[in-house]
């Protein structure tokens, strides 16, 4: 009976989509797959410590290689793709009913005594345990990404043109013209401090004061009186 996909199960084997759950043995599960031309498979896969077993995956992968050398024979289904790598897979046709992967996980299982006389218990591997399907390592990364000569070309300018920009300002920093020299310290601004505007002053009696003539200065004496009085002449 075909269960969901749980946690952990691997979505796809080689070129094969996996679909759903269809068995779970001691060594190893099987998958309901497609393939890339639609055809329904029935997949097989290690348990992850089968996997790390190294006479279990050999039994299992020993299986599948007779099976494709006796194609037809011993009731085992054809095979379509298989990796025998860490983690050993094997597709087969599906049929309802019928004869699946499941076949190829039955040898992986040794029952009884290994050495034929009934002295002890029987064989129990010490994976017999684990139900998490043994997964293919990630492929590595691909190659980055190649560039065009286009982008190069552009790439290739823009740094040329920082370059000359970062050339010529330091060229400017260090020969700047000595009149353009900012001084170090700026000046203090002018205080202005207001005064009031001078006085005459008023002349004293008896002061000489200078009048302008055609021929030359002469000097008059203020007597005292009043205004329309004049000083005579020297």
Same mark, same amino acid.
């Given at each position: @009976? ?6 952990? +199960? ?10 759903? !759950? ?9 998958? *309901?797959? =497609?393939?890339? +031309? ?14 790390? +077993?190294?006479?279990?995956?050999? !039994?299992? &992968?020993?299986? %599948? ?15 379509? #793709?298989?990796?025998?790598?860490? #983690? ?14 499941? !076949? ?27 139900? +998490? ?11 980055? /990404? ?15 043109? *920082?370059?000359?920009? @970062?050339? &010529? ?8 013209? $000595? ?6 310290? /700026? ?20 002061? =000489? ?9 002469? !000097? ?12 005579? $002449? %020297?």
């Amino acid at each position: @009976m075909a269960t969901p996909l749980q946690y952990g +199960d691997p979505p796809r084997l080689g070129p094969f989509v996996l679909q759903a !759950r269809l068995l779970t043995a001691p060594a190893g599960l099987v998958y *309901l797959g =497609q393939g890339p +031309d639609g055809r329904v498979v029935s997949v097989a896969v290690l348990t992850r410590g089968a996997a790390l +077993d190294a006479a279990a995956r050999d !039994r299992f &992968v020993t299986a %599948i290689t007779d099976a494709e050398r006796h194609a037809g024979r011993r009731g085992a289904p054809a095979v379509l #793709a298989m990796d025998g790598g860490p #983690a050993p897979w094997v597709a087969v046709p599906y049929a309802p009913g019928g004869v699946g992967a499941e !076949r190829f996980l039955e040898p992986v299982m040794v029952s009884g005594m290994l050495l034929g006389d009934r002295n002890g218990p029987d064989f129990v591997p010490f994976w017999l345990g684990d139900r +998490d399907p043994a997964l293919p390592a990630p492929a590595p990364p691909g190659p980055p /990404p190649v560039a065009t000569r286009r982008s190069v070309g552009l790439a290739a300018a823009l740094l040329a043109t *920082l370059v000359t920009l @970062m050339v &010529v300002m330091m060229l400017l920093l260090l020969f700047r013209p $000595e009149g353009d020299q900012q001084p170090s310290r /700026p000046l203090p601004p002018p205080v202005v401090v207001p005064t009031p505007p001078p006085t005459p002053a008023s002349p004293r009696p008896g002061d =000489q004061s200078p009048t302008p003539s055609e021929g030359g200065t002469e !000097r008059r004496t203020a007597v005292p009186g009043g205004d329309d009085d004049l000083g005579g $002449e %020297i």
